[in-house]
Nanobody, 120 residues
Framework: QVRLVESGGGLVQEGGSLRLSCAASGRTFSSYTMGWFRQAPGKEREFVAAISWNGNSRYAADSVKGRFTISRDNAKNTIYLQMNSLKPEDTAVYYC?????????????RGPGTQVTVSS
């Protein structure tokens, strides 16, 4: 069992930065691929970024490549999403997720989410 709690969301102006954190409980955290998804009002959930259990492999959606960076600290049971050059279209609820599948096509656990709002 893994419990996930996100933090770090908020309101930021276009071009600004935010750093999201996701704290996980559970002794098996380091065995999961971890990732971030987002969902804007009226839209489907969208994959943002993922990182392998050891941090050696990282994946990001084309829409955030070069702007967002995912990282993890297994000693702290935490993953991060550094978001730079934010755009209004990045506005969404951001969810942290854990999966035993590298591609995260199936999610085992998900946090409640944190709101990110980017004003123009």
């Amino acid at each position: 069992q893994v419990r996930l709690v996100e933090s770090g969301g908020g309101l930021v102006q276009e071009g600004g930065s935010l750093r999201l954190s996701c704290a996980a409980s559970g002794r098996t955290f380091s065995s999961y691929t971890m990732g971030w998804f987002r969902q804007a009002p009226g839209k489907e959930r969208e994959f943002v970024a993922a990182i392998s259990w050891n941090g050696n492999s990282r994946y990001a959606a084309d829409s955030v490549k070069g702007r967002f960076t995912i990282s993890r600290d297994n000693a702290k049971n935490t993953i991060y999403l550094q978001m730079n050059s934010l755009k209004p279209e990045d506005t969404a609820v951001y969810y942290c997720a854990a999966s035993t599948i590298t591609t995260m096509t199936l999610i085992d656990y998900r946090g409640p989410g944190t709101q990110v709002t980017v004003s123009s």
